[in-house]
């Protein structure tokens, strides 16, 4: 997909931006977000309205993310390559996807990544929460490297192995994958320890859980930049409270980390478009300091 024509008045915007945050120093991740402040979230994560598109993902997804699928989308993560390239490539081999699964955007994934990293820039956050928003969505290649669909790739994530929560979105869609009539998957901690910490559970596979593979031997990322990662999509956890009885001290810890890196995916996406290419040199002096020039992917 080409890049969209900026006017030169949405560049002299994006340059003016760009000078802006290079004078802010010193914040802490974990500091509330500020570009969102003046927002209309109202408009975010609206379900209800969603087209169907959105609509009819989610019901492949919630019918074939079982515990069999899987257990082999990881057998398959461990034995199958998908090629070998850096993480700029990998941005711009990812730019032709939509994601079906959004009711926020339809934007390339280019301009979510940038967005979503430029934000977290003008708040002044640490380099290291700058290229997590810039690769965060990253794991959506897994659709360029045969997946079965888009519901094994994108929307949100949940616990497979045991009962199906209710907040989840549009939980009743679960009546037809098999394992909610299982009478071990069905139970409340299904195969699962009570508290046994959220690194022991499978979550259903996609973007997040693939990445997270992908850097966490591969990548100098702190532990808060990979639950970020990890756990963007577990919005049943992380905003519905969700889980809590497989939670450890530990996911109370990364919850933090996850909640405050969010706002930058969720509500940039009505942010002004980005230039890919002024903006390049800068993240990819950010990506030489986390990545090897090249991954195995």
Same mark, same amino acid.
């Given at each position: 997909?080409?890049?969209? %024509?900026?006017?030169?008045?949405? +560049?002299?915007?994006? &340059? /003016?931006?760009?000078?802006?945050?290079?004078? !802010?120093?010193?914040? =802490?991740?974990?500091?509330?977000?500020?570009?969102?402040?003046?927002?209309?979230?109202?408009?975010?994560?609206?379900?209800?309205?969603?087209?169907?598109?959105?609509?009819?993902?989610?019901?492949?997804?919630?019918?074939?993310?079982?515990?069999?699928?899987?257990?082999?989308?990881?057998?398959?993560?461990?034995?199958?390559?998908?090629?070998?390239?850096?993480?700029?490539?990998? %941005?711009?081999?990812?730019?032709? +996807?939509?994601?079906? &699964? /959004?009711?926020?955007?339809?934007?390339?994934? !280019?301009?979510?990544? =940038?967005?979503?990293?430029?934000?977290?820039?003008?708040?002044?956050?640490?380099?290291?929460?700058?290229?997590?928003?810039?690769?965060?969505?990253?794991?959506?290649?897994?659709?360029?490297?045969?997946?079965?669909?888009?519901?094994?790739?994108?929307?949100?994530?949940?616990?497979?192995?045991?009962?199906?929560?209710?907040?989840?979105?549009?939980?009743?869609?679960?009546?037809?994958?098999?394992?909610?009539?299982?009478?071990?998957?069905?139970?409340?901690?299904?195969?699962?320890?009570?508290?046994?910490?959220?690194?022991?559970?499978?979550?259903?596979?996609?973007?997040?859980?693939?990445?997270?593979?992908?850097?966490?031997?591969?990548?100098?990322?702190?532990?808060?930049?990979?639950?970020?990662?990890?756990?963007?999509?577990?919005?049943?956890?992380?905003?519905?409270?969700?889980?809590?009885?497989?939670?450890?001290?530990?996911?109370?810890?990364?919850?933090?980390?996850?909640?405050?890196?969010?706002?930058?995916?969720?509500?940039?996406?009505?942010?002004?478009?980005?230039?890919?290419?002024?903006?390049?040199?800068?993240?990819?002096?950010?990506?030489?300091?986390?990545?090897?020039?090249?991954?195995?992917?």
């Amino acid at each position: 997909m080409p890049a969209p %024509i900026h006017s030169g008045r949405e +560049l002299d915007i994006t &340059s /003016d931006a760009i000078d802006e945050v290079n004078v !802010i120093k010193g914040k =802490l991740w974990d500091e509330d977000s500020e570009f969102d402040q003046t927002k209309d979230k109202t408009q975010f994560r609206d379900y209800e309205s969603a087209c169907d598109r959105v609509k009819d993902f989610y019901k492949e997804q919630h019918e074939k993310q079982t515990v069999a699928f899987n257990i082999q989308a990881r057998v398959d993560f461990k034995t199958k390559s998908r090629g070998r390239m850096s993480v700029w490539e990998a %941005i711009e081999m990812l730019n032709t +996807l939509i994601d079906e &699964s /959004d009711p926020d955007t339809s934007l390339s994934q !280019i301009e979510h990544l =940038l967005q979503t990293a430029e934000a977290i820039r003008r708040d002044g956050k640490p380099d290291w929460m700058q290229v997590t928003g810039l690769v965060h969505d990253l794991g959506k290649l897994l659709l360029l490297f045969g997946s079965e669909g888009q519901w094994d790739v994108v929307g949100d994530t949940f616990v497979v192995g045991c009962k199906f929560s209710d907040k989840i979105i549009y939980p009743e869609t679960f009546v037809n994958n098999p394992d909610t009539y299982d009478a071990v998957y069905s139970t409340e901690c299904g195969i699962y320890k009570p508290h046994c910490g959220l690194d022991n559970v499978m979550l259903s596979w996609g973007h997040d859980e693939y990445l997270y593979n992908v850097f966490k031997d591969q990548s100098t990322l702190p532990e808060e930049a990979l639950a970020m990662i990890r756990y963007h999509s577990f919005y049943p956890w992380h905003r519905e409270g969700a889980y809590t009885h497989l939670c450890n001290e530990k996911d109370a810890k990364i919850l933090a980390a996850v909640k405050a890196f969010n706002p930058y995916d969720l509500y940039s996406k009505s942010d002004e478009p980005c230039d890919p290419v002024k903006l390049r040199p800068y993240y990819e002096s950010l990506i030489a300091k986390f990545f090897p020039p090249v991954l195995d992917w």
